[in-house]
């Protein structure tokens, strides 16, 4: 249930509101709105009626979360949410582009791709430390070296940092190091991994499984908030269909679909979606055009040399007409119509 406190509830019938809460062993987040507090409790109505609290002091009115999805249901707050990365908002009015090579290779591999990312005007800086691979035998990624580097390129280029956490064991020295902590496409219904990301102190970006049906995205949601982490950002990468012409099928209709059930960001990462260079440009446009908060886009200096992901990696060239171009697209967005309405 979600509980509105009046504009003038003062503190003590807040915290009266949560001893009631707490005595019945009900769970609960509170929200504090420019208008007025709410305390969302996914599972109060098994325990406690509306009518014992909605007499209470200060208490406006209770309303059933009618989705399955309490914490990450857009009924549950009023508003959106907006995940702070280091000072860049991602579902807030800007278009957020997250960028970087597939894995961390070496400095120079890194600092490179860093260096003309930042010169983009790109703010957040993507590769991974620790690479989930579909073979073992393929490069796994530097771990420990790559967060270490990783942390370099920050303070050379003052960018933030995004990287996989793959695994509980290897958490804690991600989130030391990450500025926003990446749980990868086939960790999504990995439940330790995503409790481990709810307890996290940095905003988590959660990709979509590849098979993963919307509303199974949004239970993976629900366990990262459900410890308590409310900075969740969603990130479509393509699901596997039959459609064999790219490595997978960009779901599009999934962005206002998400975005119509949940207060959380949304983007859109063309890279994994496609798989293929030449289709990047064209998904990533088509993402923003839908009404993704951002984008996750892989490039690198010599894809042809890239241990990970080279067939999908952008050239720095395209790169930098990507950004131009899905820049244009979320300007467009925002003119009014010749019917004078928003599009
Ligand atoms: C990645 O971001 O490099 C990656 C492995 O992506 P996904 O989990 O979407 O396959
Ligand atoms: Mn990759």
């Known amino acids: 249930m979600l509980i509105l406190m009046e504009p003038s509830a003062t503190p003590d019938q807040v915290r009266e509101v949560l001893a009631l809460l707490e005595a019945s062993g009900i769970r609960c987040q509170v929200n504090q709105a420019p208008e007025a507090l709410s305390i969302v409790a996914p599972h109060a ?20 979360i009618t989705s399955p999805f309490k914490l990450a249901s857009a009924d549950s707050v009023t508003g959106r949410t907006v995940v702070d990365v280091r000072g860049i908002g991602i579902g807030g009015p800007e278009l957020v582009l997250v960028a970087g090579p597939c894995g961390v290779e070496t400095r120079e591999q890194l600092f490179t791709v860093a260096r003309y990312v930042a010169e983009a005007g790109v703010k957040l800086l993507r590769a991974g430390a620790f690479k989930p691979r579909t073979s ?3 490069f796994q990624g530097l771990g420990l070296e790559g967060l270490r580097l990783l942390e370099e390129a920050r303070a050379e280029f003052g960018l933030g940092i995004v990287t996989e956490a793959t695994e509980v064991e290897t958490f804690d020295d991600v989130e030391r190091s990450a500025d926003m902590i990446q749980i ?25 499984g590849p098979s993963a049906t919307l509303d199974e995205w ?50 859109v990462d063309p890279s994994h979606a496609t798989g293929r260079r030449d289709l990047v440009i064209p998904c990533a446009l088509a993402g923003v055009a839908a009404g993704a908060d951002g984008l996750l886009v892989e490039t690198h200096c010599h894809p042809e040399k890239a241990l990970s992901d080279g067939p999908q990696a952008l050239l720095p060239s395209d790169f930098i007409r990507l950004v131009e171009r899905a820049q244009a697209v979320h300007h467009a967005l925002q003119l009014p ?6 599009l």
């Open 184 to 208: 990868g496409a086939r960790n999504m219904q990995n439940f330790a991994l995503l409790r481990r990301a709810g307890r996290a102190g940095k905003p988590v970006l959660l990709k979509r």
């Open 45 to 64: 109505s098994q325990a406690l009626k509306p009518d014992r609290i909605e007499p209470m002091a200060g208490v406006r009115r209770v309303v059933p």
């Open 136 to 138: 073992p035998y393929a």
């Open 218 to 267: 949004l239970y993976a949601a629900e366990y990262v908030l459900g410890e308590g982490n409310r900075n969740v950002v969603l990130c479509e990468r393509g699901i596997r269909t039959w459609s064999d012409h790219a490595r997978n099928t960009l779901d599009v209709s999934v962005v206002p679909a998400a975005k119509a059930l949940t207060h959380l960001p949304v983007m």
């Open 337 to 342: 119509t010749a019917t004078g309405l928003w």
